[in-house]
């Protein structure tokens, strides 16, 4: 995003990617350690729900949902069918009687 004069704006992208990697301080079982502030958010969820905070529930539930990771991977009517699906590999007996062609066994012979 640019102002009018030229001069360069951070955009709402740049400016939550470098928010979210910003590290904070965190006590995770009775240790301090520096975490990205998305990370942090995601284990204060975490942990209010292993608490019974219905809202971080909800708030999980949404991020696995729209993370994809509540999908059936093994259901193709859910996942969808891959883009590229493999021939069938012929054989040569298969090719031949497919064509109807024969092979012909005998001798070399010199045409010279």
Do not use: C
């Not at 991020?63 to 891959?82: C, F, S």
């Amino acid at each position: 995003m640019r102002q009018q004069n030229g001069s360069s704006k951070e955009s709402v992208i740049a400016i939550f990617k470098r928010v979210a990697m910003e590290r904070v301080t965190l006590t995770i079982d009775g240790r301090r350690q520096k975490v990205p502030f998305a990370e942090a958010i995601l284990l204060k969820n975490y942990s209010a729900a292993l608490h019974g905070n219905k809202s971080a529930w909800r708030n999980i539930w949404r991020l696995l949902e729209r993370a994809g990771e509540l999908v059936d991977q093994n259901d193709p009517a859910v996942v969808g069918k891959p883009i590229i699906v493999p021939e069938k590999i012929w054989n040569t007996d298969e090719l031949l009687q497919l064509y109807d062609i024969s092979v012909v066994e005998g001798k070399p012979t010199r045409t010279t």
